[in-house]
């Protein structure tokens, strides 16, 4: 079986750097679909700078607890 042989590994690996080659080809070809990133030399700076406006939300864990309508070991009836 090939989930067993590692052969389904194997070709993934073998076949990546064939895709990723194909995909920067294209890339290459088509600039205004893909970006250009010649340009700018490679760098992602639009990428980075909206990373860093950003905020993470609000956290609502301090918020949690348990329901009250749920658990009926909270009101004791069933001891």
Excluded: C, W
């Excluded at 893909?34 to 950003?54: H, K, L, P, V, Y």
């Excluded at 607890?65 to 909270?74: C, G, Q, V």
């Amino acid at each position: 079986m090939d989930l067993h042989s590692g052969k389904l590994h194997k070709d993934f690996h073998d076949t990546l750097d064939q895709k990723v080659a194909e995909l920067q080809k294209l890339a290459a070809e088509q600039p205004d679909i893909f970006g250009d990133d010649e340009n700018d030399g490679g760098s992602n700076s639009s990428i980075d700078m909206g990373a860093r406006e950003t905020t993470p939300p609000v956290s609502v864990f301090k918020e949690l607890k348990p329901s009250e309508s749920r658990y009926s070991l909270l009101r004791k009836t069933e001891l």
